[in-house]
């Protein structure tokens, strides 16, 4: 028979083997735990920015990703699979002016969803 120690872990308590909470990791001296999944009718939160002008400064066409910069010299992140439904990420060019709505995300900064090419102005 073997005995379980003071830091043995028992099934179906919610602890790993270290004895820390599942979904929990420790950063320097601070224990975060993961964030929940918000899910709505089954489906994720649709996530909203505030509606914003750039131009691309940056395109990685390789690595799916560019950089906007905003009239203030701020620069956004964006990535291929933030384009705007019906539009090409390998339309895009340096130097094109898109709307796009900005995201304030605490964690990675900020990012540009539902980009899309402003129309050229007559």
Same mark, same amino acid.
């Given at each position: 028979?073997?005995?379980a120690?003071a /830091? +043995?872990?028992?099934i179906?308590?919610?602890?790993?083997r270290?004895g820390r909470? !599942? /979904?929990e990791?420790t950063?320097?001296?601070?224990r975060? =735990? +993961?964030p +929940? $999944?918000?899910v709505a009718?089954?489906?994720?939160v649709? $996530?909203? /920015?505030a509606?914003? !002008?750039?131009r *691309?400064? =940056? #395109?990685? *066409?390789g690595? @799916?990703? /560019?950089f *906007? $910069? #905003?009239?203030?010299r701020?620069?956004v992140?964006?990535?291929r @699979?933030?384009v705007?439904?019906g +539009?090409?990420?390998?339309?895009?060019a340096v %130097?094109? =002016?898109v709307?796009?709505? #900005?995201l304030? %995300?605490p964690v990675?900064g900020p990012r540009? #969803?539902?980009v899309k090419?402003?129309?050229?102005?007559?």
């Open positions: 028979m073997v005995s120690g /830091g +043995a872990s028992r179906g308590d919610g602890r790993n270290a909470n !599942v /979904g990791q950063v320097g001296a601070v975060r =735990t +993961a +929940a $999944r918000t009718a089954g489906r994720p649709d $996530r909203r /920015g509606p914003s !002008v750039g *691309i400064v =940056t #395109l990685f *066409i690595q @799916s990703h /560019g *906007i $910069r #905003l009239a203030n701020r620069e992140f964006f990535h @699979s933030d705007c439904e +539009a090409s990420f390998n339309e895009f %130097d094109d =002016t709307t796009f709505e #900005l304030e %995300d990675s540009a #969803l539902r090419r402003q129309p050229p102005r007559r």
